[in-house]
C-alpha cells in the first residue's frame, strides 16, 4: 500500500501534519454490525503480519 499526501499550502485544516500525529495498526474484528449479533467466534484467533512500516519526513 502507497499513499502520498501532498502539502498545497491551504492551511492546518488541510494540512493536519504541522502537528505530531500516531500510526494505529490493528486487527479489527466484527465489521460494521459492531457486536449487535455477537463474536463469530469462527474469526478467531487472528493474526497481522508486519515486514515493516516506513515513515519519511521531508528535511
Do not use: T
Not at 501532498?6 to 485544516?13: D, F, M, R
Not at 490493528?26 to 516506513?54: C, E, H, K, L
Amino acid at each position: 500500500l502507497y499513499f502520498e499526501y501532498k502539502n498545497e499550502g491551504l492551511g492546518e485544516a488541510k494540512w493536519p501534519y504541522i502537528k505530531p500525529f500516531y500510526l494505529i495498526l490493528n486487527v479489527a474484528v466484527g465489521g460494521a454490525w459492531g457486536n449487535v449479533q455477537g463474536i463469530d467466534a469462527d474469526a478467531f484467533p487472528q493474526s497481522m503480519q508486519v515486514d515493516y512500516v516506513r515513515i519519511y519526513q521531508k528535511k
